[in-house]
């Protein structure tokens, strides 16, 4: 018998060995080193044979397991790394049972596109958004971003009669923001419009990094009515600050352009009553990214783009599978990968839909208030130890800090990373080099904070 016929009859213990094995690592991720400096080899090598599951499932865990760092826990305070809820672990793990090629809302007996379309109304229901906005699911921000302003170059191709998805892009395009994510700047590279034509808008003056919004609308006077992409911020990763929606939304009634706003995770301050105001008039914007894998505390490889019903066609111009004829016209046989970058793709949206499901929208307004409340509590031992300074007001999530003594600052984050309790990231701001705490995690409690106080305190003892 085959090694995989042997290892289908084990099916049933080879997942409860995986099971019991994942059990394990969550209810131990709060112990779990959030970093290692062991580097494991690699075996470039493939036997004839082959292991099977349960010999392969143990070299993994000789060689690999002990070094996957607690990136789900509760004390990974780096980039902006959500967890993952139990529904949404749940979910996942049958997106993999099930292994659909998400695609047509009709036909075939898939009705994995059905779940998709749902989720997204889920979605646009917790964030408070209009039933206006159509949208799927990506990999990450830089995917959703990648795929908003592609239809957005698509629109200003249709602004001079041109269609760039065929003909390709012709003339200069056009584009203002004041910080625009990593995310959005190489998607601006991807589709060819320039990583470097971003036209720099002035952030307001002091610990600010929205988009003056007097400095926009000059600059938008000089390009002589020409249309443009507007990025902006909802929550920028520094710092949590938010563009001035309102004024947007007025300046959009008065000129012509594509405006997209990156929420990656900023948009999920509209769970919140105490915060929602940030989000004031975002529904007027032609796109929106946000990142599912982020405050939605679900697994990696899950963002969503938002994009305005009215464009849908243009959506479908860029992204449409001109070879595949007999799929008949797209708007009215409707399927996915006439609206998105890939043609084939897992269910994505299942954990979201289930995490959505289980835990509603009074879920996940716990969930951001409290990770606000974190974000507070540990900019109070900011601000009382002499040893630092806060470079930026909390104002959601994010604490961005530094030691009064930069020239510490590497040598400090080096050795409280290497301590395996926590993770930070370093960055710059304002021209300092800083620290990032960014509170996203749903396990996250005081305990844990706690826990990283006295180990930074430690650490400025022996430095």
């Given amino acids: 018998m085959s090694l995989l016929n042997k290892d289908n009859e084990n099916l049933d213990g080879l997942l409860n060995a995986v099971k019991e094995q994942g059990i394990d690592y969550l209810n131990k ?3 779990r080193l959030t970093s290692t400096q062991i580097q494991a080899e690699i075996d470039n090598r493939l036997n004839v044979e082959g292991l099977g599951s349960i010999e392969t499932l143990n070299e993994f ?26 529904a949404a672990i749940a ?8 292994d659909q090629n998400t695609q047509s809302a009709k036909g075939n007996g898939d009705v994995s596109a059905i779940i998709e379309l749902e989720t997204i109304k889920l979605l646009c229901s917790l964030l408070n958004l209009p039933d206006n906005f159509f949208g799927g699911f990506v990999t990450g921000a830089t995917l959703s971003n990648f795929t908003s302003l592609a239809v957005a170059r698509q629109w200003i ?3 001079s009669g041109k269609d760039f998805a065929r003909s390709g892009v012709s003339g200069e395009i056009k584009i203002l923001s004041a910080t625009p994510h990593s995310s959005a700047v190489k998607s601006l590279s991807m589709l060819g419009l320039g990583s470097d034509n971003v036209i720099q808008v ?40 938010f563009d001035d929606f309102k004024s947007i939304k007025k300046l959009k009634e008065k000129y012509n352009f594509w405006w997209h706003i990156d929420a990656a995770f900023g948009g999920f301050a509209a769970c919140s009553p105490k915060y929602s105001h940030l989000l004031e008039d975002w529904e007027f914007a032609d796109s929106i990214t946000v990142d599912c894998h982020k405050w939605l505390n679900v697994p990696y490889e899950s963002a969503v783009f938002l994009i305005k019903n009215e464009h849908q066609l243009l959506q479908m111009e860029t992204f449409q599978n001109a070879n595949a004829a ?71 999530n994010t604490v961005c800090f530094a ?35 960014a509170f996203v995690n749903w396990r996250t409690t005081k305990a844990d904070i706690n ?3 006295n180990e930074i305190i430690k650490i400025l003892t022996e430095l």
């Fill in 157 to 159: 191709g249709k602004q």
């Fill in 202 to 241: 002035e952030v307001l003056k002091g610990n600010r990094e929205a988009i003056d919004i007097d400095d926009l609308e000059q600059k938008i006077n000089e390009l002589n009515c020409t249309p443009f992409i507007l990025i902006s911020s909802a929550g920028t990763v520094n710092t949590v600050d």
């Fill in 403 to 437: 030691l009064v003594d930069a020239e510490k600052s590497e040598s400090f984050l080096n050795a409280l990373n290497s301590s395996g309790k926590v993770f930070m990231t370093a960055t710059s701001y304002k021209g300092k080099k800083g620290i990032r705490a």
């Fill in 326 to 396: 007999y799929l008949g016209n797209p708007l009215e046989n409707f399927s996915y990968l006439n609206f998105l970058p890939e043609n084939s793709r897992r269910l994505k949206a299942l954990p979201a839909w289930f995490t959505l499901k289980s835990y509603g929208k009074s879920g996940y307004k716990e969930i951001i208030e409290q990770n606000v409340e974190h974000a507070l509590y540990f900019s109070a031992f900011i601000k009382e130890n002499p040893a630092f300074e806060l470079l930026a007001p909390i104002r959601l």
């Fill in 91 to 98: 979910g996942d793990w049958l997106a993999t049972v099930y």
């Fill in 451 to 453: 826990l990283v106080i």
């Fill in 61 to 86: 865990n000789d060689r690999f397991e002990p070094l996957i760092v607690a990136s789900s826990g509760p004390r990974y305070w780096g980039f902006v790394t959500g967890g993952t809820t139990p």
């Fill in 29 to 31: 991720v709060d112990s």
